[in-house]
């Protein structure tokens, strides 16, 4: 896991352009979510964020109970919707 402290929306976007070249990534974001989701989509990391808000627009899942199986056509195990609430398939 990387922690990488930012200030702005410049820092994120320079934090997430340099972790999106090491292969096999994912987020888990705090912070102005719809940018940081964009900034994820156009790298193709899995995302996830405190909260399923943006399961719609392309969040992977959050850590309440959504999951999203179409994002970036991932094969999930067949064992983690099962602890999900709600799947978005």
Known sequence: MISTPVRNIDEIARAI???AVEPNGALLMTGPQKAILGL??????PTMFGTGKLIAEGLLMSNGPVINLKA???EIP???????DEVVE
């Not at 067949?78 to 999900?84: I, L, Q, S």
Request: glycine share 6%; charged share 5%; aromatic share 16%.
């Open 17 to 19: 352009n340099a972790f």
């Open 40 to 45: 994820a989509l156009q790298h193709r990391l």
């Open 72 to 74: 970036f056509g991932l």
């Open 78 to 84: 067949a064992t983690v919707p099962a602890f999900a």
